[in-house]
């Protein structure tokens, strides 16, 4: 999993790109998002800006057990 940025500009289009893909996205606090490479390249593909996030630094949220 590749952790990611998108500004704020660019994000609806982004977001609705990477979901029109049909593959899983990881929606993180902070507007961060965990994607896989084929994600990338349809950002890069469809030139919209996103910054790659240093993975150690990524805190991943612990599951809740649903009541």
Do not use: N, W
Request: aromatic share 4%; net charge positive; charged share 30%.
């Amino acid at each position: 999993m590749i952790y990611i940025q998108i500004s704020e500009a660019h994000r609806a289009d982004a977001l609705l790109m990477l979901v029109k893909s049909g593959l899983s996205i990881v929606c993180l606090p902070q507007k961060r998002y965990g994607v896989r490479e084929e994600h990338l390249k349809i950002l890069k593909r469809k030139r919209i800006p996103f910054k790659k996030l240093d993975t150690s630094k990524i805190p991943i949220p612990k599951p809740s057990l649903a009541l």
